[in-house]
């Protein structure tokens, strides 16, 4: 499952001159260091690992400047074009060695990369070598066991911190990528069907479970509504807009109105649907005051703010997504696979199919990539979708043998470590991937 990086050639290159070009004066040290780098073995967690050795002869090196610059720069939080050894990890040093390994804030990039290392004496002497290595486009990473009971929901990570929130039965699980830090908050209306989504304008997450708010600055839950007529929602209304009122999704084709602050239902929409127990999967809130309903199953709905019809189309969703943009509208179609669809007829723009059709849809923050999760619980692994080309371009394969529940993914906010949700006989885990791509 570990994807094994290999280098293709190694190039050692060594430069000693003084400034000017004339004779050092007797007893100046001039020699450069003789530096070789190569791969060490991976951890198993798909980052690149480097040894860096240097030899200066007789004059043995005090505390060296090493610097590391890839010839495409790094992906991620902390991404660069210049000098990586500040960002990578040390994990190993002494006089003549160091052991520098990659983080998931500075990837580099999948392909072909050239990295010159060079190591400079406190005499200014520098010594260079040079490595070219081959990297996947996406790699295992690491896995959380999270157990307890019931399943999750779908990984929820905002765009203004790296935190990557998952809720599921009774609990919701924080996750700190930057340093492995896990921390789960017991809460007892939340569900493994608790659809949450960040607010835009407060750092606040909306629970569709009896209408919650999870304050992020404090971590801590706010108040639950008291009105039992918003309880037992499936879904919560995403937008690109800061929230003015929640639209929560519910199993017999009804959705509520409520208000932000209290969870006061305000009005109720009851969707035309020839299955009465069909359930409101998602729901979109567009910029052009319309609403986006999928229905699994009674297919999609698109109705102004007051609730009225205004086009309907046949099938069954199991997920929507919205671009940055709030003009690009993606669906998860439960036998189909994946399609655009526009926003105001409902025709679909394109599509992909996909054997057990699809799950769930989530975007890269860059708008570029999608995950797609498999709606078969026996699929052999979800995937990444190129949005702008419309295609698929790469397998995730899944890390579990037997049947499991996938509840979908999402990356880590400029990031590019990929967290996805799922419960199997012993328990609920994420696994995490390196997105190179």
Same mark, same amino acid.
């Given at each position: 499952?570990?994807?094994?990086? *290999?280098?293709?050639?190694?190039?050692?290159?060594?430069?000693?001159?003084?400034?000017?070009?004339?004779?050092?004066?007797?007893?100046?040290?001039?020699?450069?260091? @003789?530096?070789?780098?190569?791969?060490?073995?991976?951890?198993?967690?798909?980052?690149?690992?480097?040894?860096?050795?240097?030899? %200066?002869?007789?004059? =043995?090196?005090? %505390?060296?400047?090493?610097?590391?610059?890839?010839?495409?720069?790094?992906?991620?939080?902390?991404?660069?074009?210049?000098?990586?050894?500040?960002?990578?990890?040390?994990?190993?040093?002494?006089?003549?060695?160091?052991?520098?390994?990659?983080?998931?804030?500075?990837?580099?990039?999948?392909?072909?990369?050239?990295?010159?290392?060079?190591?400079?004496?406190?005499?200014?002497?520098?010594?260079?070598?040079?490595?070219?290595?081959?990297?996947?486009?996406?790699?295992?990473?690491?896995?959380?066991?999270?157990?307890?009971?019931?399943?999750?929901?779908?990984?929820?990570?905002?765009?203004?911190?790296?935190?990557?929130?998952?809720?599921? $039965?009774?609990?919701?699980?924080?996750?700190?990528?930057?340093?492995?830090?896990?921390?789960? /908050?017991?809460?007892?209306?939340?569900?493994?069907?608790?659809?949450?989504?960040?607010?835009?304008?407060?750092?606040?997450?909306?629970?569709?479970?009896?209408? *919650?708010?999870?304050?992020?600055?404090?971590?801590? $839950?706010?108040?639950?509504?008291?009105? *039992?007529?918003?309880?037992?929602?499936?879904?919560?209304? *995403?937008?690109?807009?800061?929230?003015?009122?929640?639209?929560?999704?519910?199993?017999?084709?009804?959705?509520?109105?409520? %208000?932000?602050?209290?969870?006061? =239902? /305000?009005?109720?929409?009851?969707?035309?649907?020839?299955?009465?127990?069909?359930?409101?999967?998602?729901?979109?809130?567009?910029?052009?005051?319309?609403?986006?309903?999928?229905?699994?199953?009674?297919?999609?709905?698109?109705?102004?703010?007051?609730?009225?019809?205004?086009?309907?189309?046949?099938?069954?969703?199991?997920?929507?997504?919205?671009?940055?943009?709030?003009?690009?509208? $993606?669906?998860?179609?439960?036998?189909?696979? @994946?399609?655009?669809?526009?926003?105001?007829?409902?025709?679909?723009?394109?599509?992909?199919?996909?054997?057990?059709?699809?799950?769930?849809?989530?975007?890269?923050?860059?708008?570029?990539?999608?995950?797609?999760?498999?709606?078969?619980?026996?699929?052999?692994?979800?995937? /990444?979708?190129?949005?702008?080309?419309?295609?698929?371009?790469?397998?995730?394969?899944?890390?579990?043998?037997? =049947?499991?529940?996938?509840?979908?993914?999402?990356?880590?906010?400029?990031?590019?470590?990929? $967290?996805?949700?799922?419960?199997?006989?012993?328990?609920?885990?994420?696994?995490?991937?390196?997105?190179?791509?």
């Amino acid at each position: 499952m570990v994807n094994r990086v *290999q280098f293709l050639s190694a190039l050692i290159l060594l430069t000693a001159c003084s400034a000017d070009g004339a004779a050092p004066p007797e007893g100046e040290d001039t020699q450069a260091p @003789v530096v070789q780098v190569s791969l060490a073995p991976d951890a198993g967690d798909g980052l690149l690992r480097l040894e860096i050795h240097w030899d %200066d002869g007789a004059n =043995p090196l005090s %505390d060296p400047t090493i610097r590391i610059v890839g010839s495409r720069g790094t992906l991620g939080s902390a991404a660069t074009t210049g000098d990586v050894a500040g960002l990578w990890r040390v994990l190993r040093r002494d006089a003549s060695n160091v052991l520098i390994g990659e983080t998931g804030g500075a990837l580099l990039p999948a392909g072909t990369n050239e990295l010159e290392v060079t190591v400079t004496d406190q005499a200014g002497n520098t010594g260079t070598a040079k490595l070219r290595v081959e990297l996947p486009r996406v790699q295992w990473h690491t896995r959380y066991a999270l157990g307890g009971e019931g399943g999750l929901a779908n990984v929820v990570a905002c765009d203004d911190e790296p935190l990557v929130y998952i809720p599921g $039965f009774r609990r919701m699980i924080i996750i700190d990528p930057n340093v492995g830090y896990l921390r789960s /908050l017991l809460n007892p209306y939340l569900s493994e069907t608790s659809s949450a989504i960040c607010a835009r304008d407060e750092p606040a997450i909306y629970l569709a479970s009896g209408v *919650q708010r999870f304050d992020r600055d404090i971590i801590r $839950f706010g108040t639950v509504s008291p009105f *039992q007529a918003t309880r037992g929602a499936y879904s919560i209304a *995403q937008g690109v807009d800061p929230i003015e009122e929640l639209y929560l999704g519910y199993s017999d084709s009804r959705i509520v109105v409520a %208000d932000r602050m209290s969870g006061r =239902p /305000l009005r109720t929409i009851q969707l035309t649907n020839s299955h009465p127990e069909a359930l409101v999967a998602a729901i979109l809130v567009l910029k052009n005051t319309r609403i986006v309903a999928g229905l699994h199953p009674g297919g999609l709905r698109v109705l102004d703010r007051g609730g009225t019809e205004l086009r309907t189309r046949d099938g069954t969703v199991r997920d929507l997504r919205l671009d940055r943009t709030g003009t690009r509208v $993606f669906a998860a179609l439960d036998a189909d696979g @994946v399609a655009e669809i526009d926003p105001q007829t409902l025709a679909t723009l394109q599509s992909v199919h996909l054997p057990g059709g699809a799950k769930a849809i989530n975007l890269r923050s860059d708008q570029k990539l999608a995950l797609i999760t498999a709606a078969d619980a026996n699929a052999e692994a979800n995937y /990444l979708f190129d949005l702008d080309r419309w295609e698929i371009i790469g397998a995730l394969p899944r890390s579990s043998t037997g =049947p499991r529940i996938d509840s979908g993914g999402a990356w880590e906010y400029n990031g590019r470590r990929l $967290f996805i949700a799922y419960s199997t006989p012993e328990g609920a885990f994420i696994d995490v991937y390196l997105d190179r791509s």
